[in-house]
């Protein structure tokens, strides 16, 4: 099965840049379609960014286009999130997930979250 385990949360301030890593383990990480998702407090968890397995394809929310770039590395069986221009409201636990599918976005491995908060 699966294992995912994402790093890299904090607290920062507005404007600053944060990095996220996901590492999977259990699994053949080339095959895997995967995604950064965030969830704020009250809030439902909502798609950051996707990448497909070969790296090629890539998806962002609208929320996040311009900030954040999702990036992989089949070597390092690790995905990553880099995060530009942070704001208050980009504040959550963040999740990586993998999948097979792309269209639609399926995925069915999640790892435990990394919380992020950033300050004004």
């Known amino acids: 099965q699966v294992h995912l385990v994402e790093s890299g949360g904090g607290l920062v301030q507005a404007g600053a840049s944060l990095g996220l890593s996901c590492a999977l383990s259990r699994g053949t990480f080339s095959a895997y379609h995967m995604g950064w998702f965030r969830q704020a407090p009250g809030k439902e968890r909502e798609p950051v960014a996707r990448i497909s397995a070969n790296g090629v394809r890539i998806v962002y929310a609208d929320s996040v286009k311009g900030r954040f770039t999702i990036s992989r590395d089949n070597a390092k069986n690790t995905v990553y999130l880099q995060m530009n221009s942070l704001k208050p409201e980009d504040t959550a636990v963040y999740f990586c997930?993998?999948?097979?599918?792309?269209?639609?976005?399926?995925?069915?491995?999640w790892g435990q979250g990394t919380q992020v908060t950033v300050s004004s």
């Open positions: 997930a993998a999948g097979t599918t792309w269209s639609p976005p399926i995925f069915k491995s």
